[in-house]
Nanobody
Framework: QLQLVESGGGLVQAGGSLRLSCAAS????????VGWFRQAPGKERECVAS????????YYANSVKGRFTISRDSAKNTIYLQMVSLKSEDTAVYYC????WGPGVEIENLYDYWGQGTQVTVSS
């Protein structure tokens, strides 16, 4: 069974940066597409970035293109989300999720394994 644990969230000023980590255990995450999702209060959960299991294809929501970068470190069995130029509207709980042999797309119900989430708060 794959387990995912997010870390790296916190409070940051607008314009600042954070790097979220999604540490996998139980199985190698190399066989999984991984997505980063977020849910702000009163809003639906949305995918902000994803990467396919091969690591060759990425997806970014329009709202984060050019500011967020998803990457994977096979040796550490970890997926990262580098976030720069943060805005107040990026405030949300961020979750990572995994899809075995997945294409790395934004469709939430393809992802079977989820972490517990990490809070990101951007102050303006």
């Amino acid at each position: 069974q794959l387990q995912l644990v997010e870390s790296g969230g916190g409070l940051v000023q607008a314009g600042g940066s954070l790097r979220l980590s999604c540490a996998a255990s139980g199985r190698t995450v190399n066989n999984y597409a991984v997505g980063w999702f977020r849910q702000a209060p009163g809003k639906e959960r949305e995918c902000v970035a994803s990467i396919n299991y091969v690591g060759t294809t990425t997806y970014y929501a329009n709202s984060v293109k050019g500011r967020f970068t998803i990457s994977r470190d096979s040796a550490k069995n970890t997926i990262y989300l580098q976030m720069v130029s943060l805005k107040s509207e990026d405030t949300a709980v961020y979750y990572c999720a995994a899809d075995l042999w997945g294409p790395g797309v934004e469709i939430e119900n393809l992802y079977d394994y989820w972490g517990q989430g990490t809070q990101v708060t951007v102050s303006s």
